[in-house]
């Protein structure tokens, strides 16, 4: 059976981590922060956490999970950014929005993607969410490296650190998902020193590979 752990490619460590925290309530925690570099998958497995959390079976097709995979459960937030910081009018709602029992789901999700861009001011006015959590309320802070994060933060939060995948698992991820050609599949994910994202546009592309 296909699970939301399927994408989340070469992290076995990591995945073990946040599997027991969602089958075991004594190993779960209010703040989680998920490192490693680019193409590591960190928004996939943030995600994928999120996706089970609202559903341990973490099968795909359940409505639970399927929603939060697609972007669309409603107890599910997630914060990116194009600019330099994430400001303070940014992370305000998402307290305010914190401070909220889940409506539909078994937790209320807030995952931060650039947790590095929080500058001071805001990530003071995130550190009080954290240090005064409601009971199911869950945030997960994704950034490269617990050195890219306010200290604050990551004293506050557990730490999960993704690595880069192998080629061989990107490559074997673009056969199971896409339907890739191995040969190509595996000189895409070389190409791309194993980031999932830039193999599945190599391995798409002819021309991108020449």
Do not use: Y
């Amino acid at each position: 059976m296909s699970s939301v752990w399927d994408d989340v490619v070469g992290q076995e460590p990591a995945v073990a981590v946040l599997r027991d925290a969602v089958a075991d309530p004594s190993k779960m925690t209010h703040a989680w922060l998920l490192t490693g570099p680019p193409g590591s998958g960190r928004s996939n497995a943030a995600r994928a956490f999120a996706a089970a959390l609202q559903d341990p079976s973490g099968d795909p097709r359940s409505p639970g999970c399927a929603t939060v995979l697609a972007g669309t459960h409603p107890d599910v937030t997630f914060v990116s950014t194009e600019g330099v910081v994430i400001r303070v009018d940014t992370v305000r709602p998402l307290v305010e929005l914190a401070q909220r029992a889940p409506s539909q789901g078994r937790w209320r999700v807030i995952v931060v993607e650039d947790a590095d861009r929080l500058n001071e001011t805001s990530g003071n006015v995130l550190l009080k969410a954290i240090e005064e959590p409601p009971p199911r309320t869950v945030w997960l802070l994704c950034a490269p490296s617990p050195q890219d994060v306010l200290v604050t933060l990551r004293s506050r939060s557990r730490s999960v650190a993704l690595r880069v995948p192998p080629v061989e698992a990107v490559a074997d991820l673009l056969v199971r998902r896409d339907g890739i050609d191995p040969a190509v599949a595996l000189v895409a994910a070389r190409a791309a020193q194993s980031h999932v994202g830039v193999a599945r546009r190599l391995a798409r592309d002819p021309e991108a590979r020449a």
